[in-house]
């Protein structure tokens, strides 16, 4: 079992950045793949992005690709969202989910694949 909290969530003006970050407590001992998904009000919960266990392998959804960066720090056991040149279209509640997994296969951005959830940070960019 493994608990996640997210963190670093705000409002930002469009053009800025924000950096969040997914903290896990509990078993880390274990190996996790890591993604972001954030959702919108009243919309479905969209993948971000994603990174391997070991940090190797990353993957972004087209929409964020070239502007957000995920990585990791295993020591910390947390996963960084790093996140510029924000839209109004990013907005949106942030959630980080975890994986039980040592590799990383075609399911990485389908929110039913990932065990394990945190709460969400809101993000919100203004005009």
């Known amino acids: 079992q493994v608990q996640l909290v997210e963190s670093g969530g705000g409002m930002v003006q469009v053009g800025g950045s924000l950096r969040l970050s997914c903290a896990a407590s509990?078993?880390?001992?274990?190996?996790?793949?890591v993604a972001w998904f954030r959702q919108a009000p009243g919309k479905e919960r969209l993948f971000v992005a994603a990174?391997?266990?070991?940090?190797?392998?990353?993957y972004y959804a087209d929409s964020v690709k070239g502007r957000f960066t995920i990585s990791r720090d295993n020591v910390k056991n947390t996963v960084y969202l790093q996140m510029s040149s924000l839209k109004l279209e990013d907005t949106a509640v942030y959630l980080c989910?975890?994986?039980?997994?040592?590799?990383?296969?075609?399911?990485?951005?389908?929110?039913?694949?990932?065990?394990?959830w945190g709460q969400g940070t809101q993000v919100t960019v203004s005009s």
């Open positions: 989910a975890a994986r039980s997994t040592s590799y990383m296969g075609s399911w990485y951005n389908a929110p039913h694949e990932y065990h394990y």
């Open positions: 509990g078993r880390t001992s274990d190996s996790y793949a």
């Open positions: 990174i391997s266990s070991t940090g190797l392998s990353t």
